[in-house]
């Protein structure tokens, strides 16, 4: 009964070669999140779509990018990785934004990115 | 800025032990706070949410309590066991006009049978 899914769950790439994650939710959530995760670390807010609506972090790199095509699937898209973009990225729903975030959020099981 | 600390960074118990993580927040003004758990590999999962009313709340073996004037929470584990081993991650969200929740680092526990 998978909620938010990720895919793959592991993905390699080389240093520069673009790479594309995908989240898909079977919620119908208003709200879905990307965060980076690196080792011991807190997951850290990249940005979020509140419906099409689209909120960057002001210090997530240009390198980032993502698209919502729909309600269900959001893509992360990694235009040039770098070595110290190695790291668990983090797919996460919620119903919606939530006045003072008592909004659950939902997390997906996370894609590993490994680059070369 | 918000912040959220959490010690220990890590923790290792016997299997049956009873063990307490702890967060201290500077999240103002204050919503709400949840503990989540993080198996390796895996995504966060809630674990329990508390307001700033609510000092005390239970889920299974896991009780979380709530200081809202110390700005501290714990999270206490009784009877641990093998499937508890984890990293356990506080989570503030603040009333102040950003829903976005700030989150601590985690507490590694591994369980050892």
């Known amino acids: 009964d998978a909620m938010v899914i990720q895919n793959p769950r592991y993905q390699v790439t080389q240093f520069g070669k673009p790479v594309t994650l995908s989240c898909s939710q079977t919620?119908?959530?208003?709200?879905m999140y990307w965060y980076q995760q690196k080792s011991s670390q807190a997951p850290k807010l990249l940005f979020h779509?509140?419906?099409?609506?689209?909120?960057n972090e002001a210090d997530t790199p240009d390198n980032f990018q993502s698209r919502r095509p729909n309600t269900s699937f959001c893509f992360l898209d990694i235009r040039s990785p770098g070595l110290g973009d190695a790291a668990m990225y983090l797919c996460a729903t919620s119903r919606d934004r939530g006045q003072w975030g008592q909004e659950t959020q939902y997390f997906g099981p996370g894609t590993r990115l490994l680059v070369l | 800025k918000n912040q959220v600390e959490q010690s220990p960074q890590s923790l290792i118990i016997l299997e049956g032990k009873n063990c307490t993580l702890q967060?201290?927040?500077?999240?103002?003004?204050?919503?709400?706070l949840r503990w989540y758990k993080q198996d390796t590999g895996r995504g966060p999962v809630s674990l329990t949410i508390m307001t700033f009313s609510e000092n005390t709340k239970s889920n299974g073996r896991y009780t979380a309590t709530l200081d809202a004037d110390t700005k501290q929470s714990s999270l206490h584990i009784t009877a641990s066991q093998l499937s508890d081993s984890a990293s356990y991650i506080c989570v503030v969200s603040g009333s102040g006009g950003s829903y976005i929740p700030t989150f601590g680092r985690g507490t590694s526990l591994i369980v050892h049978p």
């Open positions: 779509y509140y419906d099409k609506d689209f909120n």
């Open positions: 967060c201290n927040y500077t999240v103002s003004p204050f919503s709400n």
């Open positions: 919620l119908n959530h208003n709200v």
